[in-house]
């Protein structure tokens, strides 16, 4: 079992920056890949963010590019998301997570295997 952990979330201002953690424990595989979603009320779940297992290759969605950063710390089994100038669009609750044992990104929600329960970040205007 893969538990994921996210951790980071909070209220911000538009303009502000947040980093958003999570850790990876249990049973994980040090290639596989991660991502970053979101998901805003009565919203689809939406890609955000993924990385390889070396972290030498990374994917954002269009909305984000420029302003957000995922990188991982395969030691720690943690990947972050830096997210900078954030906008009031950027609300959202944010979920992490772990592909099974493909090393490569995705930006399908189905392509991933586990999942955390989230962490809220909201940002005011």
């Known amino acids: 079992q893969v538990q994921l952990v996210e951790s980071g979330g909070g209220l911000v201002q538009a303009g502000g920056s947040l980093r958003l953690s999570c850790a990876a424990s249990?049973?994980?595989?040090?290639?596989?890949?991660m991502g970053w979603f979101r998901q805003a009320p009565g919203k689809e779940r939406e890609f955000v963010a993924a990385?390889?297992?070396?972290?030498?290759?990374?994917t954002y969605a269009d909305s984000v590019k420029g302003r957000f950063t995922i990188s991982r710390d395969n030691a720690k089994n943690t990947v972050y998301l830096q997210m900078n100038s954030l906008k009031p669009e950027d609300t959202a609750v944010y979920y992490c997570a772990a592909r099974r044992y493909i090393s490569a990104w995705s930006s399908r929600v189905d392509a991933y295997d586990y999942w955390g329960q989230g962490t809220q970040v909201t940002v005011s205007s």
């Open positions: 249990g049973r994980t595989f040090s290639s596989a890949a």
């Open positions: 990385i390889t297992w070396s972290g030498s290759s990374t």
